[in-house]
């Protein structure tokens, strides 16, 4: 018999594989259910609205038909949601004084920047029809920024899914949003705050191989006399595909935003973020992994779950006025 090969006593074979198959069933259970380090869960929408990620997935296809720019538009939506009072949707709200909202629309990050609200819209209005009040902004922001990764040619990716949105703006960490003119160690200092290391920092700003930038914010400073608002290719080899070639980009000195150029540059970068580059440049797989792991980091960025918050009915306004 098998058994006889093993030097163990008959109880403490028995308690190994009882650990064995306890080890199992949890792992299993945490997978199957996919549930995410911050009480997210990627089957939450399964009963309650299963066309969710189809709806979602058919308007952006539209709106991107008359504006291939729009996916890009739309994950850097995410970006500035999770980075300010986490993904809760704060960023979706304009301003009304009755609810004492100040729009974080209007902060130098997001000013004449921010683009893609009227495609949320859309979203929001399409899922209201389909299942009304129950997928929030939050979460359309994070499921839009996956299906735009997706439509572009990158990496897809089950999406952590029950936040619900918040019911106010932060103009202060709005005002603090990383700017391309931060330094690499404040860049580092400001993803650290969010539980995002070097190989998420490196990965994430990866998504600049896609969307516009002003030549106002880039290194070349509109140096050709362009006024400031004219938009530039963030990915000067491959504009509108979500791919590598940034990394090459940044390799050849050619990025365009400082902020992504110090991830080469300086002893710092040498020691942490440089060699990271050259990794994610050498190797599409690995960037497309990471990429898709450091999304997921960003979107469980202090999400509302359970009773916290609300399900907005219109992105742009909580659903009850203070007074
Ligand atoms: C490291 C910090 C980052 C800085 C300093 C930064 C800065 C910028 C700037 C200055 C622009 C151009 C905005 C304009 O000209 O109006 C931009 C665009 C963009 N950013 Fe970032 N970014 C950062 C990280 C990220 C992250 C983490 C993502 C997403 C995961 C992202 C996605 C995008 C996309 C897709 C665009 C193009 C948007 C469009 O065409 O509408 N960025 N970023
Ligand atoms: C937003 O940008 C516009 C145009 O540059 C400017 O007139 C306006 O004052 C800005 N708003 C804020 C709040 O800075
Ligand atoms: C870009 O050029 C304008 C006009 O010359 C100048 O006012 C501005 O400070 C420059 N910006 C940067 C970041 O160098």
Not at 21 to 39: D, I, T
Not at 189 to 201: A, H, P
Not at 236 to 246: E, L, M
Not at 278 to 286: L, N
């Amino acid at each position: 018999m098998a058994a006889s090969s093993s030097s163990l006593s008959p109880a403490a074979r028995c308690s190994l594989l009882l650990t064995a198959a306890l080890v199992l069933v949890l792992s299993h259970a945490a997978h199957a259910h996919g549930v995410s380090g911050a009480g997210l869960s990627s089957s939450f929408y399964d009963n309650s609205c299963p066309s969710t990620r189809d709806v979602i997935r058919r308007v952006i296809q539209n709106a991107r038909v008359a504006d291939a720019r729009i996916p890009a538009s739309l994950i850097r939506l995410h970006f500035h949601d999770c980075f300010v009072n986490g993904c809760d949707g704060s960023l979706l709200l304009d301003d009304d004084v009755f609810s004492r909202i100040r729009t974080e629309k209007k902060v130098p990050g997001n000013n004449r920047s921010a683009r893609g609200f009227n495609v949320v819209d859309d979203i929001k209005r399409a899922l209201e029809k389909a299942c009304p009040g129950i997928v929030s902004c939050a979460d359309i922001l994070a499921l839009a920024a996956e299906i735009s990764v997706e439509l572009a040619g990158g990496p897809s990716w089950s999406v952590p899914l029950g936040r619900r949105d918040g019911t106010k703006t932060n103009i202060e960490s709005a005002n603090d949003l990383p700017s391309p003119f931060d330094s690499l160690e404040i860049l580092q200092e400001k993803f650290r705050n969010m539980g995002l290391d070097n190989t998420d920092l490196v990965a994430l700003q990866g998504a600049h191989t896609f969307g516009r930038a002003q030549c106002q914010f880039t290194q070349r400073n509109c140096t050709g006399g362009q006024a400031r608002g004219t938009l530039v290719n963030l990915d000067v080899v491959t504009p509108d595909v979500f791919d590598n070639k940034y990394y090459d980009i940044l390799l050849w000195g050619r990025a365009q935003l400082q902020s992504d150029h110090v991830m080469m540059s300086g002893p710092i970068a040498a020691a942490t973020t440089a060699p990271i580059v050259r990794r994610f440049s050498g190797s599409q797989k690995d960037f497309f992994k990471n990429f898709a792991a450091s999304m997921i980091k960003m979107g469980n960025i202090s999400p509302l779950t359970g009773r916290d918050g609300e399900i907005r009915k219109n992105c742009r306004r909580v659903n009850k006025k203070l007074y």
